[in-house]
Nanobody, 120 residues
Framework: EVQLVESGGGLVRPGGSLRLSCAAS????????MSWVRQAPGEGLEWVSS????????RYLDPVKGRFTISRDNAKNTLYLQLNSLKTEDTAMYYC?????????????GGQGTQVTVSS
């Protein structure tokens, strides 16, 4: 059974930073691309970033380019998202997903997510 457990969210002021983590189990993590998606209050799912199985092929949603960094540690079966220079519009529940998650929809996605709230 695929399990994806996100952590690391919190309340930060604009300009602040957070590091999100996603612990994966139940599948061959190192063989799959992985992604982060988010859902803002009252909005649909939005793809944020993806990374290939080998750590290459990194892509970002335009508004987060230069501020967010996706990475992975295949030895630890863990996916990361470093969030810097946070803006209020980054406020959302963040989920990790297996695969490229086109349009924010993943074949498997974390069930709980981790809340990021950016507010002064």
């Amino acid at each position: 059974e695929v399990q994806l457990v996100e952590s690391g969210g919190g309340l930060v002021r604009p300009g602040g930073s957070l590091r999100l983590s996603c612990a994966a189990s139940g599948f061959a993590f190192s063989s799959y691309a992985m992604s982060w998606v988010r859902q803002a209050p009252g909005e649909g799912l939005e793809w944020v970033s993806s990374i290939n199985s080998d750590g290459g092929g990194i892509r970002y949603l335009d508004p987060v380019k230069g501020r967010f960094t996706i990475s992975r540690d295949n030895a630890k079966n863990t996916l990361y998202l470093q969030l810097n220079s946070l803006k209020t519009e980054d406020t959302a529940m963040y989920y990790c997903g297996k695969g490229y998650c086109p349009a924010g929809y993943c074949s498997s996605r974390g069930g709980q997510g981790t809340q990021v709230t950016v507010s002064s």
